[in-house]
């Protein structure tokens, strides 16, 4: 059976993201991909860089401190999309240590949510 248009249109978001996904891993980076309800595909990279794809084309909002608006990045092609976005993962500033040094807001969300537990409850900072 033929894939109608809305289904083709999923099935090419979910092939151009499996690529990308494997592009980023040649890279050393494991992401992560979820299917929207529009039909295209997110892909998770890191935090804040999110690249969403319709099958055609990827695309996602590059911010940067030189920059007075986000620009748009697109790429049609998933490797050298992955490049771009690993160059970019490099060349964006890590977050303070002292930022990262104490408690997340994760840890206090979750003592409120489970305090039958005791005791703490810590999230990892990222890396």
Do not use: N
């Amino acid at each position: 059976m033929p894939l109608t248009g809305r289904r083709h249109r999923r099935r090419q978001a979910a092939v151009m993201a499996a690529r990308l996904q494997d592009a980023l891993l040649e890279h050393g980076r494991k992401t992560d991909a979820h299917v929207l309800a529009s039909g295209r595909v997110a892909v998770s990279v890191a935090r804040g860089m999110l690249v969403r794809t319709d099958g055609v084309r990827l695309w996602w909002v590059i911010w940067g401190a030189r920059h007075r608006a986000p620009r748009l990045a697109v790429y049609r092609t998933p490797a050298l999309a992955a490049e771009r976005l690993m160059e970019q993962l490099a060349a964006a500033r890590p977050a303070p240590a002292r930022l990262l040094a104490g408690p997340l807001l994760a840890d206090a969300l979750l003592d409120q949510a489970l305090p039958e537990q005791g005791g703490e409850h810590h999230v990892a900072a990222p890396q």
